[in-house]
């Protein structure tokens, strides 16, 4: 049986002892002043505006009365210090300022992220789980010196089987007129009962806790929150006579956002509820917590000044070299390549100019600004915002094009609205069932009216009747004239419970050449398409088809050309 004996210093250890820790204040003492570094002083991002690839950071920070320097740490090493403007309130006066790069390991402020809180209550849990199991220990451990010792091995007794570790060593039975010691026995017991059921119930909080704390460390390292390095501005302040504010405004590479739309179509009260969002997303190496966020549609890094115009010459043709007989037909053909890759080239050349004029002509940047404080951290993850919505009244009808597809589609035809909406992806919605995506387009071609798909109604039959076979005659004078016949007939049935309105589209053929002629005939009589959602040719039929009601609609063409001419369909 091993026997601890209590630890107790001599004089020579506690004098030698108070030796060095003298030696060492004295050395710390006469270490220079120099050396000591200001702390870095706490900065908060107030505002951010978020452009296309790009972000402009305003940030803030106090400076007390008296201060010789301005230590800023966490910042991202993206920042363009070449955009870094400084501001500061009148009772300060700033100076020059230096940037340096650390690792984020080192700065123990910069390892910030969403789940930081919750990781410091898991490792102080943890601490204070493991301050619980120590004091088990010691009440074990006195259980065990209390506990009276079995037989002498060697003196006719077998020996003790090994105890559990956790177990207290079992007493060796003592006479029956000792009621007290029985007593003590049952004390020790009981509480060495109540000391390993409390060790195996931190046992498994402690398993449990340790799961949740890797997977949020694993979260945290995957996002960048631990690596990579920081940039530390240091900006010396020539004057403090008072506390001031700093404001620091600079750019940042990298973050982004875009335009993205939710249409809900509302067929009992024929409205369009639009939506239209917003996605933020940035790896720019600094958490925006609590920010003052602005979209804007314009761009920074976009050129500022247009093109100047190119010096237009006019002058004679240099004179061709004469040439030899023999090569004149064989340079004749390079001649005629060289001219064609000479057309190319100024082509080429032009084709950007015009293209930079009309880009920049015209870009006005319009800024949205999100309510209220908003948190984006800096990671993979996209975060969405609701800029607004607007309930429209729309013209709900089915619409159809049997010749491609023998199929009924819902649209929704509405005014569109005013104010800015850049382009982007939408999804569409019928009631709370998402039916598909289209594009939110508002170029310089778009239309007044906004032309919503809403998916397949499968309560409107379409069938095709006649898919339109061609029949081939001889016309005109001794039959110098090709003619070509077809006909085309469909049938479409409405099975709702209510009239709809109906819209059938039919593309006729166009002649491109004046010596092919056209002749179309409709029943009922088709309307051209407007010319404005570029479809020449296209015609629709347009009606209110009562429920249970069906309708017949007809097209025939006459395409008529000289015999001797080739005529192809491209479609």
């Not at 908060?44 to 230590?71: C, D, H, I, N, S």
């Not at 060697?154 to 105890?163: I, M, N, Q, T, V």
Request: net charge neutral; aromatic share 4%; with cysteine.
């Amino acid at each position: 049986m091993t026997t601890r004996m209590p630890f107790a210093p001599t004089p020579l250890l506690v004098a030698a002892l108070s030796l060095a820790g003298a030696a060492g204040w004295a050395q710390a003492a006469d270490a220079p002043a120099a050396l000591a570094s200001p702390p870095a002083t706490p900065s908060k991002v107030e505002q951010v505006t978020v452009y296309p690839g790009l972000a402009v950071v305003e940030r803030t920070a106090r400076v007390a009365a008296g201060a010789r320097e301005l230590v800023l740490d966490c910042l991202s090493t993206e920042v363009d210090l070449a955009t870094l403007q400084l501001d500061a309130d009148a009772s300060l006066r700033l100076g020059p300022v230096s940037a340096s790069q650390r690792p984020r390991s080192e700065v123990p402020a910069c390892q910030t992220g969403a789940n930081d809180a919750r990781i410091r209550q898991l490792q102080e849990r943890l601490a204070a789980l493991d301050a619980e199991a120590g004091g088990h220990d010691l009440v074990l451990g006195y259980l065990r010196a209390m506990a009276p010792s079995g037989p002498a091995q060697g003196e006719g007794a077998a020996p003790a089987a090994p105890a559990a570790p956790a177990a207290p060593r079992t007493p060796v039975a003592a006479p029956a007129s000792g009621a007290g010691l029985q007593a003590t026995l049952g004390v020790i017991q009981r509480s060495g009962q109540t000391a390993l059921n409390e060790q195996a119930r931190i046992g498994r909080e402690r398993d449990a806790l340790q799961r949740e704390l890797q997977l949020l460390l694993a979260e945290r390292e995957r996002l960048g929150q631990t690596a990579g390095e920081v940039r530390q501005l240091r900006i010396s302040v020539m004057s403090a006579q008072a506390d001031g504010t700093v404001r620091l405004r600079y750019q940042v590479p990298g973050p982004t956002w875009a335009p993205s739309y939710r249409a809900a179509l509302d067929s009992a009260t024929s409205t369009v509820d639009v939506e239209r969002l917003a996605e933020v997303s940035q790896r720019s190496g600094e958490d925006w917590r609590g920010v003052a966020l602005r979209l804007s549609t314009g761009s920074p890094r976009a050129a500022s000044t247009g093109p100047q115009p190119r010096p237009w010459t006019v002058m004679p043709r240099p004179p061709v070299q004469p040439m030899a007989r023999a090569s004149v037909a064989m340079a004749a053909a390079p001649a005629a390549s060289f001219k064609g890759q000479a057309a190319e080239v100024m082509l080429a050349d032009a084709a950007p100019l015009e293209f930079a004029v009309q880009a920049v002509e015209g870009e006005f940047a319009t800024e949205f600004e999100v309510p209220g404080r908003i948190d984006v951290g800096s990671g993979a993850q996209r975060v969405s915002f609701s800029l607004g919505r607007a309930k429209l009244p729309a013209k709900l009808m089915v619409q159809t094009t049997p010749q491609a597809d023998a199929s009924a589609w819902v649209v929704a035809e509405l005014a569109r609205p005013e104010g800015v909406w850049p382009e982007g992806r939408m999804l569409l919605l019928r009631g709370n069932q998402v039916v598909g995506q289209s594009v939110w387009r508002n170029g310089s071609d778009a239309t007044e009216t906004l032309v919503l798909p809403f998916g397949r109604d499968e309560l409107v039959r379409v069938r095709v009747v006649n898919p339109g076979n061609a029949q081939t005659a001889s016309a005109g004078f001794i039959g110098n004239r090709s003619e070509r016949r077809i006909a085309r007939s469909y049938e479409v049935e409405n099975r709702h419970r209510t009239p709809i309105l109906l819209r059938v589209l039919e593309a006729s053929p166009v002649s491109t050449d004046e010596k092919i002629t056209v002749q179309r005939s409709f029943t009922p009589s088709a309307t051209d398409v407007a010319d404005g959602e570029n479809l020449p040719g296209v015609v629709a039929w347009a009606r209110e088809l009562a429920a249970g009601d069906k309708a017949r609609f007809s097209a025939e063409y006459v395409i008529s050309a000289p015999k001797d001419l080739a005529v192809i369909d491209r479609r």
